[in-house]
């Protein structure tokens, strides 16, 4: 009964309590602490009493939506009222947030229960959930290996059966990527469908969060709930949500997916990867949706782009970690100056002091035409890469990365290749537009996973494309043989 | 492109106020380099008269009304202050001329 | 030292004047604006940099760019940009300033200064407008900009050698106006200041206190010798926080530039400090490594667009400014050029003109008795109107009381210092001073009778054609009844005794 719609059915039927939910939640977070380290923060007692009150709401016949009751784990950036946020960095070990995220307010409202909080790579930066304080999440497929990142907590805590469904944010992958190396769906709503209130900002104009869950459908009635105008956030979209659910008809004739011809050279991707999607793709084509090879030419610059606007942008949000107001102080220090420098220095690991010094550097006298407002500019070619695309097809269909989940440890010393495996998942993000990645299939036992892209604001098509794929499939309901 | 040198991590470690260690300030003028050395890959576009893009959105700032809330209890506004005295936030002194 | 350096150098000054808008909220935050609140009552978690927290525009601070724009005869830009200044303070606490770089929502205006020909500063409250020359003074932009909190370094206060920070102020709306290099003397710096304040608090944009700090002034200030064209090293004079400092500082700048640049020395780019105690300017820091602020686009704001409508909403709202008036007080009032300007010179001035003519004073004495004695009174008492205690009301009965005689011009005017200081009825201030004019005739028969017995000398020359005397006879029955008699009468009766 690990996944949202079963467990909707169980507490609809009454054969299991959202208290029963959350309490083994919480048990199974505890258990598989040491082998996956998922879940870095619980609030016990707090869930539990929500959990009480869900299971009143069912006694009334008072359900406030298909999460009602339901437990859930947040990445580790989206702060709750009274409770800590880390973003997994010593800088902000201590931090107690004084304000709700709109997510957390919306989740509420929902009935959803979050047991707690989950790792994830230091301020979202990774690719591996390597770079955190509290130590790497592991794959539950092979824990060996890396689950992906930089949400790999909630994507851990999803495919290793700890709670149906999670919610992490999107930079350049970070949902689809440990979505891909887990084995389960991740989603990334266009920038904008889901408020960044609340959301620690790594790279302001590409953040958007998103659900993890075993299927399509499942991610359509989360996103339902998290998604909408809101009036804090002046990058919120103001568009009305639709009943994601409701599209999702399992009909794909008149649908053209398009197969960018860029992203299916098999240079530097696993051939293997390549011909799982392929196969998910003559799926959907035999299941009346029409093919076309489309072009994104500027593929080549996206990942240099990326790690320039994202860096830039960065540098300055990064800036209020000084010391002063909140998080950690270096102990001793006698002037003003050293304040700022002992306790960045402290507070930050190396991936984020390193992105930090990338995006000081590129927003530098002399230096910003050349970088900045280059990637800036070809940030706009991109965007026309996919505005010509979707004249050709409805959606696009990719791999989610280039390999399967590499070792832990395997890349850390090569930041540019780590870098590198971004190159599917960051056009989405430079562009605004949703993305999806669905299990399609394991190469040398450990999962991969199929991106499809959509139109922004049509999220609609796009779920309805992979919610169609899975009613076909089984591999999303594969589990990892350790922690079935 | 100029190749990153060890000046220029020092000079933008003081921009960012981050203090490397010895060890730190090589490793990241290598690391640098061979990310802007990539990055070095867009000078081959022609981006002459391409308006650059900030936003993926298309969309004019939003407002909000003039109407003032009351402001957070100051107990929550200090609670996380490393140093505190009274209502205000204590931090150690600043050396004269490094104001900004 | 030469005393008059710009006899052979010429400054060129322009000045960059922050402006508290006048708003219930922040510019980016919903925290209220307040004044003296304790230490951190008024903030919201985006006022405090927290995690997460993101920036939404206040609509009202669009408008009053709009108005500012429109009364400074500028563009209002169809869209601007709000970017990120990046820099380390205690008192910034997201580490960065959000604020409008490359494209700012109001640009290429312009301001009108009078400027006084004689050498004497101009009054504080109103401009010797006498002889006085107009120039336009040109306003290269205007931008929105978020105010920082408040660092207090000082030992005294902090109790200790850190440093106490307050954010009530952050976030608060400015708008930085920065003028073109149009000023060519302390004076006409004073002058610019004083005519632009006096806009921004006509249009109600701000209340411009410098004492609050709501009006803030940085100067640029660089000398060239007379007669080149060319612009010299210039220095910027940092947070001059008084019209007095204003051209205090300016001059003691243009003294030290000159003495370096008679010594055949270079200026060099600094920023400075001037210390009103030794009047002289300092070096605070030195620009050689010009800061790196990293400006860009800020990411969580989008730009902002303004429509024609909302211009033309705004321009239909617009309080009436300083030009219109006077216009309208010479035409409605039948004012003098001259009164109208002086009472045009600041808001509050011409509000209580206008109040005490509808309180029922003849708008011509209403404007004599400001434009003459209530602003000499204010002057020597150090005070603007808005502080005096003086009501519109209360000067109008005062008019009306010497208007019927019951109150001599000259016991009105000693009856001002009391007004002004400390407010009340004219009418129960008289007779509790006991200033009555005395119309009793008989007791001025009296006095006029023993003033003439007592100066028999003085009356005879009268009487063989010399009236110079007459004064002084006058003067002496005023003195004898304290001020109180109409001096139209005792006159009269004085000629009348001594012709016979």
């Known amino acids: 009964m690990e996944t949202l719609e079963a467990q909707r059915v169980g507490l609809d039927a009454g054969d299991v309590s959202s208290r029963e939910l959350v309490t083994r939640a919480v048990a199974r977070a505890r258990e598989l602490a040491d082998r996956l380290n998922a879940v870095v923060g619980l609030r016990e007692e707090a869930a539990c009493a929500e959990a009480a009150e869900a299971d009143e709401r069912h006694v009334r016949g008072q359900l406030r939506s298909p999460l009602d009751g339901i437990p859930l784990v947040l990445k580790d950036n989206m702060v709750q009222c009274g409770e800590p946020t880390t973003c997994a960095s010593r800088i902000l070990e201590n931090f107690v947030s004084p304000y709700d995220s709109t997510v957390v307010e919306r989740l509420r409202s929902a009935g959803a229960v979050i047991i707690g909080r989950a790792n994830m790579d230091e301020f979202a930066m990774g690719s591996s959930t390597e770079h955190s304080i509290f130590g790497p999440s592991r794959n539950p497929w092979d824990t060996d290996r890396t689950c992906g990142g930089s949400s790999g907590g909630p994507a851990v805590a999803v495919a290793a059966g700890i709670t149906p469904f999670a919610l992490g944010s999107d930079t350049g992958g970070s949902i689809r990527q440990p979505a891909s190396f887990t084995g389960v769906v991740g989603m990334k709503p266009t920038y904008g469908r889901v408020s960044r209130w609340g959301l620690v900002a790594f790279a302001s104009s590409l953040d958007q969060i998103g659900p993890f869950a075993h299927s399509v459908r499942e991610c359509a009635w989360i996103l339902r709930e998290i998604a909408g105008h809101d009036r804090r956030d002046s990058t919120s979209l103001p568009f009305p949500v639709p009943d994601f659910a409701e599209a999702l008809t399992g009909d794909v004739s008149g649908l053209t997916i398009g197969l960018p011809r860029e992203y299916f050279v098999e240079q530097g991707a696993d051939p293997e990867v390549l011909a799982l999607v392929r196969a998910g793709v003559a799926e959907l084509e035999s299941a009346g949706a029409k093919v076309v090879e489309i072009s994104l030419p500027h593929t080549g610059y996206v990942v240099a782009t990326y790690y320039l606007v994202a860096t830039a942008e960065a540098s300055s949000n990064l800036a209020r970690y000084d010391g002063a107001r909140y998080g950690r102080r270096a102990s001793g220090v006698t002037n003003l100056e050293q304040m700022y420098r002992r306790s960045r220095s402290e507070g930050f690991g190396a991936e984020v002091k390193r992105r930090i010094l990338l995006g000081t550097y590129v927003l530098s006298a002399g230096y910003f035409d050349a970088y900045y407002r280059k990637a800036q500019q070809v940030r706009t070619l991109v965007r026309g890469d996919f505005e010509r695309a979707f004249e050709e097809c409805d959606v696009i269909a990719t791999p989610t990365c280039p390999e399967v989940a590499f070792e832990i440890g395997a890349k850390t010393d090569d930041p540019v290749s780590m870098y590198l495996g971004d190159i599917y998942t960051v056009s989405a993000n430079l562009a605004g537009l949703p993305g999806i990645s669905l299990p399609c299939g394991l190469v040398r036992g450990m999962p991969v996973g199929m991106q499809m892209l959509g139109r922004a604001m049509d999220e609609n098509t796009l779920l309805r494309a992979a919610d169609a794929f899975q009613r076909r499939t089984d591999h999303h309901a594969r589990r990892p043989p350790e922690f079935s | ?100 | ?500």
């Open chain 2, 1 to 100: 492109m100029s190749r990153i040198t060890r000046e220029d991590v020092e000079r933008t470690a003081a921009l960012a106020r981050l203090q490397l260690r010895e060890q730190e300030i090589e490793a990241m003028t290598r690391d640098l380099d061979r990310i802007l050395d990539h990055a070095d890959l867009l000078q081959q576009l022609e981006t002459e008269g391409i308006e650059p893009t900030a936003h993926a959105i298309p969309l004019p700032t939003p407002t909000r009304e003039d109407r003032a809330c009351s402001g957070i209890d100051p107990e929550l506004a200090l609670r996380n202050a490393p140093e505190r005295q009274g209502s205000a936030f204590v931090v150690p002194k600043v050396i004269e001329g490094q104001e900004s």
């Open chain 3, 1 to 500: 030292m030469n005393r008059q350096p710009l006899a052979r150098y010429e400054v060129v000054i322009g000045l960059e004047v922050h402006t508290h808008l006048k708003t219930e909220s922040k510019l980016f935050s919903p925290a209220p604006i307040r004044y003296g609140d304790k230490p951190n009552h008024n903030v919201h978690p985006i006022d405090l940099g927290m995690p997460g927290v993101l920036p939404v525009l206040n609509r009202e601070v669009v408008d009053l760019a709009i108005r500012l724009g429109l009364a400074t005869h500028a563009v209002v830009n169809k869209r601007s940009v709000f970017s990120r200044k990046n820099y380390f303070y205690p008192d910034l606490p997201k580490g960065y300033q959000i604020s409008q770089y490359e494209e700012p929502v109001v640009s290429d205006g312009w301001i009108e200064i009078e400027q006084s020909t004689s050498a004497k500063a101009p009054a504080k409250n109103a401009a010797s407008v006498a002889d006085t020359v107009s120039k336009r003074i040109g306003i290269t932009r205007a931008h929105l900009e978020e105010d920082a909190g408040k660092s207090i370094h000082d030992a005294a206060v902090a109790g200790s050698d850190d440093t106490h920070v307050d954010f009530n102020r952050a976030g608060v709306p400015l708008l930085e106006i920065v003028s073109e290099p149009d000023l060519r003397s302390p004076a006409e710096a004073g002058a610019y200041l004083r005519s632009l304040r006096s806009i921004l608090r006509y249009i109600e944009v701000s209340d411009a206190e410098m004492e609050k700090g709501q009006f803030r002034c940085d100067a640029n200030v660089s000398l060239r010798p007379r007669g080149s064209e060319q612009l010299g090293t210039r220095t910027e004079l940092k947070n001059i926080n008084s019209f007095a400092n204003v051209e205090a500082a300016i001059t003691a700048e243009i003294a030290r530039q000159a003495a370096i640049l008679d010594d055949g020395g270079e200026i060099v780019q600094a920023t400075m400090a001037y210390d009103p105690e030794t009047g002289r300017t300092r070096v605070l820091r030195l620009k050689e490594n010009a800061d790196d602020y990293r400006y860009f686009d800020d990411p969580d704001l989008i730009p902002l667009i303004i429509g024609d409508e909302q211009i033309e909403q705004v321009r239909a709202a617009m309080p009436e400014l300083p030009e219109q008036k006077r216009e309208r007080f010479q035409s409605e009032y039948g004012l003098s050029d001259y009164d109208a300007r002086i009472l045009i010179s600041n808001r509050a001035l011409a509000d209580f003109f206008e109040q005490a003519t509808r309180a029922g004073g003849s708008p011509k004495s209403v404007a004599n008795w400001m434009s003459r004695d209530l602003l000499r009174e204010l002057n020597e008492c150090d005070l603007e109107l808005e502080q005096a205690a003086i009501t519109p009301a209360a000067l109008a009965s005062l008019i009306e009381l010497v208007a019927e005689g019951r109150l001599t011009a000259k016991s009105a005017r000693d009856l001002l210092p009391d007004l002004v200081r400390e407010g009340g009825e004219p009418e129960a201030l008289m007779q509790r001073r006991g200033l009555e004019a005395v119309s009793d005739s008989g007791l001025i028969d009296g006095v006029v009778g023993e003033v003439l017995a007592a100066n028999a000398a003085l009356v005879e020359s009268i009487r063989d054609g010399d009236d110079k005397p007459l004064n002084f006879l006058m003067g002496q029955v005023m003195k004898a009844t304290q001020g109180k008699a109409n001096p139209g009468e005792v006159r009269r009766k004085l000629i009348e005794k001594i012709r016979g």
